[in-house]
């Protein structure tokens, strides 16, 4: 089992920046990949940057590509979401996602095991 809380989401203005936390817990010696994704209302929940926890290539989804960077604390187990130059299309509820398996595919949402509860982001106009 792996336990992820997530934090920092909130309101910011188009332009702004905020920065999410994902703090893993439990299995995460056996970790393979962990990403964020986020959903808004009637969408499916889409891959905004995933990457393979022991090294590699990350994933960045097009339209946050140079807005968006990910980095990580290994002692703290702990991935972070740089966001920057927000938009309001970026509002959604974010998630943070892991998985044991080692399936080629890093974005699809059904190969991930582990959910955090989400944290919502609004970037207002």
């Known amino acids: 089992q792996v336990q992820l809380v997530e934090s920092g989401g909130g309101l910011v203005q188009a332009g702004g920046s905020l920065r999410l936390s994902c703090a893993a817990s439990?299995?995460?010696?056996?970790?393979?990949?962990m990403g964020w994704f986020r959903q808004t209302p009637g969408k499916e929940r889409e891959c905004v940057v995933a990457f393979r926890w022991t090294g590699g290539n990350t994933y960045y989804e097009d339209s946050v590509k140079g807005r968006f960077f990910i980095s990580r604390d290994n002692a703290k187990n702990t991935v972070y979401l740089q966001m920057s130059s927000l938009k309001p299309e970026d509002t959604a509820v974010y998630y943070c996602a892991a998985r044991l398996n080692s399936a080629l595919a890093l974005t699809r949402p059904g190969d991930y095991e582990y959910w955090g509860q989400g944290t919502q982001v609004t970037v207002s106009s």
């Open positions: 439990g299995r995460t010696s056996s970790l393979y990949a």
